[in-house]
């Protein structure tokens, strides 16, 4: 519903919005949609966590940061749900990390100090797919 009803939008920098802005908007970035996706399973008495990682599509820079949400299945355990794509998470997400609160999310956390200082971090990531290999014989 979230993907459907949504417009998706490339905003790259800044906190996610809170739900109520991003429902009035219409449109979010995939932080923004993760979060409303977390609020509304919340709402209905499920467990849910944002999470932040890198998934892989064809149309996305493998390393640009995406994020998600989990919710919490009795007999199931933590599932992934990517409101952004309308899709369930699966072997094309990385998680980097998981939290209720998306701030406690971020994958990488750092200060410094003093006058006319620049940081700058860069990362690359390369992302293939592992193939399945057979079944070994047990030798029976």
């Not at 995939?30 to 919340?42: G, Q, S």
């Not at 998934?55 to 949400?69: L, Q, S």
């Amino acid at each position: 519903q979230i993907h459907r009803d949504f417009k998706l939008e490339d905003r790259p920098e800044g906190a996610p919005l809170s739900p109520e802005q991003t429902v009035a908007r219409g449109a979010g970035a995939c932080r923004d949609l993760a979060v409303l996706f977390v609020e509304c399973c919340r709402a209905m008495g499920l467990a849910a966590r944002f999470v932040s990682g890198y998934a892989y599509t064809d149309d996305v820079t493998p390393a640009e940061m995406h994020a998600w949400g989990e919710v919490y299945l009795a007999g199931g355990g933590w599932r992934g749900y990517d409101p952004s794509r309308g899709l369930a998470a699966g072997d094309q997400h990385v998680t980097l990390a998981a939290a209720a609160d998306p701030v406690d999310a971020a994958p990488v956390v750092g200060t410094f100090r003093g006058d006319e200082v620049n940081s700058r971090l860069e990362t690359e990531l390369t992302m293939r797919a592992v193939p399945t290999s057979p079944p070994i014989p047990d030798g029976s």
